[in-house]
């Protein structure tokens, strides 16, 4: 049974005339789904070997129809290939009681529409009015039914990925799951809604055969598309100016699962603009370390210290070194980000250059500024330039903006601290 119909209560039916046609109206006082659609219930006696054929048709909204047969299993129609039919035709082998649901396709939309149930053969059923009963569960004798093989198999359930080590994000309510539909809302993280995103809806359907489809976001940052029954993924990218260049940004399932979905059971994922935080199924591992970068949203930047081509005493064993990144502006997405601070500490003498990653840093402007801790305590001020700045004198801050390359991805920025021989301190 769809989630989307499975929070809709049982309500004392009012019999309504025996009739073929009934015109009725979704608006506020009717039942909402969990979603926020309006919804008006009907139920159908039918006879064992019946049909049931209902036709939803309105001018006022973009209708949605579904029957709910007694045991619970449900068939559902958009719009027909319009926005203003739905129509369907379902057998019904034991015959009794099935529920026919008319709704809209989004959230509070309203308005008047004209519900059309008959049999197969033509006759008019008893149509009655009513909330969404359902279904009772099977008893304990009774004996389940095969269930149909599916030429694709569902991939194992994957842990949750690991919590985000920096932004945290507003993330919309999930998504409503429609058989043999993709959908959900863009947002970045601060919940606002990203128009003109295409989405990919990529995988393999129940032929085997692979396939690719799309959807773009409207101005409240839905999408929504039909997709063959298959196991699917959704991914998309947020392309922005920045520095004068277009810059592309991989987006974040909001639920931090990015595994295939059946299309059977609908294909529901929101997606979220992150600045940073692990990507789906990745670890933090050594703090610092080359390679870290790619397993995260954020950007990175080379930290290495000045070179005097002999070896001297330049990091002393029990020393920490921090570098601060100050946010000098608004952040690419337009928030105001927070300072970001990183810590390495030294272990045993340092007698060469070192070499520093620093992970996971939101694109936006900074003002980078170090500090060293000599083991006694006492902190000292370590000046900074861009690596490529070769004649540019240190300062006590440097200014880093991250800059698109070729490709719309985020280059990898590098600094260089200042050093001095401490060995005959």
């Not at 059923?125 to 269930?147: F, H, I, Q």
Request: contains cysteine.
């Amino acid at each position: 049974m769809s989630a989307r119909f499975a929070a809709l209560f049982v309500l004392a039916l009012t019999p309504l005339a025996a009739a073929q046609t009934y015109d009725g109206a979704l608006g506020p006082g009717d039942d909402q789904l969990p979603s926020g659609e309006y919804a008006d219930v009907y139920t159908v006696d039918v006879a064992a070997g019946g049909v049931v054929e209902a036709t939803l048709t309105s001018s006022a909204f973009d209708t949605y129809l579904v029957v709910v047969a007694p045991d619970g299993t449900q068939e559902e129609n958009d719009d027909d290939g319009s926005t203003s039919r739905s129509a369907l035709r379902v057998p019904s082998a034991a015959g009794g009681t099935h529920q026919v649901v008319v709704t809209s396709y989004a959230a509070a939309e309203a308005g008047t529409y004209r519900l059309v149930v008959t049999t197969g053969g033509g006759a008019t059923l008893p149509v009655t009015k009513g909330r969404r009963t359902p279904a009772a569960p099977p008893s304990a004798s009774a004996t389940p039914p095969a269930p149909t093989p599916r030429p694709a198999t569902a991939p194992a359930a994957r842990p949750a990925a690991a919590p985000r080590t920096r932004s945290a994000c507003v993330t919309p309510p999930p998504a409503t799951r429609r058989r043999l539909h993709a959908q959900g809302v863009v947002t970045d993280c601060a919940g606002r809604p990203l128009a003109g995103v295409e989405v990919r809806i990529s995988g393999v359907t129940a032929a085997g055969e692979r396939v690719g489809m799309s959807a773009v976001t409207d101005g409240q940052g839905r999408y929504a598309t039909r997709v063959p029954d298959g196991f699917y993924r959704v991914a998309a990218e947020h392309t922005v100016q920045w520095q004068g260049r277009p810059a592309g940004f991989a987006l974040a399932p909001a639920d931090g699962d990015d595994e295939q979905q059946d299309a059977a059971a609908g294909i529901a994922e929101n997606l979220v603009w992150r600045l940073s935080g692990l990507r789906p199924g990745e670890t933090a591992g050594v703090e610092g370390a080359y390679g870290e970068a790619q397993k995260y949203y954020g950007a990175q930047i080379q930290v290495t210290s000045e070179e005097h081509g002999f070896s001297g005493l330049y990091f002393p064993a029990g020393s920490t070194l921090a570098v601060t990144l100050t946010p000098a502006g608004p952040l690419v997405d337009g928030s105001a980000g927070a300072p970001l601070t990183f810590t390495k500490a030294f272990d045993r003498d340092a007698t060469s250059s070192i070499h520093w990653y620093l992970t996971d840093v939101p694109v936006g402007p900074y003002a980078l500024a170090a500090t060293l801790t000599l083991p006694d305590g006492t902190p000292e001020a370590v000046g900074s330039k861009p690596s490529l700045a070769f004649s540019a004198p240190f300062a006590p801050a440097t200014d880093v903006r991250f800059v698109p390359g070729s490709f719309g991805d985020i280059d990898m920025l590098q600094v260089t601290l200042q050093t001095r021989d401490r060995s005959g301190d």
